[in-house]
């Protein structure tokens, strides 16, 4: 996957850590979805709280033959901005229903 897999970081500084995460989380999509092309993660934290913390915003943008799913997670407002590792998993279990969403409208319209 690292040859297929970009990572992004926007007003943050890079962190090993969450990346080792990222890593792991587009590994496993890209167990499921063997077709994935390419896939682009971005990191930010546009603004600091004072009362919420630090927030992360993930991005992914994964491409498969034929069409592009983004998925656009953003921590503000839930007890995910606090903890980023939450954060980017829900943002990569958005990720794979999507996925799943258009796969399985691509199988009926071959029907």
Known sequence: MDSKLQIVWRDIQPDQGLEDAIRDQATKLEK?????????????????????GRIFDFNIDVAIPGHEIVVSHNGSGTSAAIEPGQALRN????????????????????R
């Open 32 to 52: 499921r979805f063997e077709r994935i092309t390419t896939m682009r993660v971005t990191v930010s934290m546009p603004h600091k709280h004072q009362k919420e």
């Open 91 to 110: 943002a990569f279990d958005t990720a794979q229903r999507k996925l799943n969403d258009y796969l399985e409208k691509r199988r009926e319209s071959n």
